[in-house]
């Protein structure tokens, strides 16, 4: 079916910047929404961003004008650009596909997502 393969995570400074990977396997890519999500320690994972097959994106407010989800569909890797990195994002970032041609439930909800990727941990330091 779709397999997800995260990377790209470490350990940057406040203000540095990363890129994080999630490469789809499969051939059904482009029929997917692609979120991404992060879980700090000690609180619920939550939302960062959404891309959706047809160019759309979302971003929650606190990470919106720093981070950038961005598409390359002939490589099948969907990239999160993170910029002005923070502390308060340090985290365990995970890739989740959504079908987009069924209704599984809203988008912003975590339990909505037919696959997940392993996580990665991304840590800013002070």
């Known amino acids: 079916q779709v397999q997800l393969v995260v990377s790209g995570g470490g350990l940057v400074q406040a203000g540095g910047s990363l890129r994080l990977s999630c490469a789809v396997s499969g051939r059904t890519f482009s029929r997917y929404a692609l979120g991404w999500f992060r879980q700090a320690p000690g609180k619920e994972r939550e939302l960062v961003g959404i891309s959706w097959s047809g160019g759309s994106a979302y971003y929650t407010d606190s990470v919106a004008g720093r981070f950038t989800i961005s598409r390359d569909n002939a490589k099948n890797t969907v990239y999160l650009q993170m910029n002005s990195l923070k502390p308060e994002d340090t985290a365990v970032y995970y890739c989740?596909?959504?079908?987009?041609?069924?209704?599984?439930?809203?988008?912003?909800?975590?339990?909505?997502?037919?696959?997940w990727g392993q996580g990665t941990q991304v840590t800013v330091s002070s």
């Open positions: 989740a596909a959504k079908d987009e041609g069924y209704f599984s439930g809203p988008y912003y909800q975590e339990s909505s997502y037919d696959y």
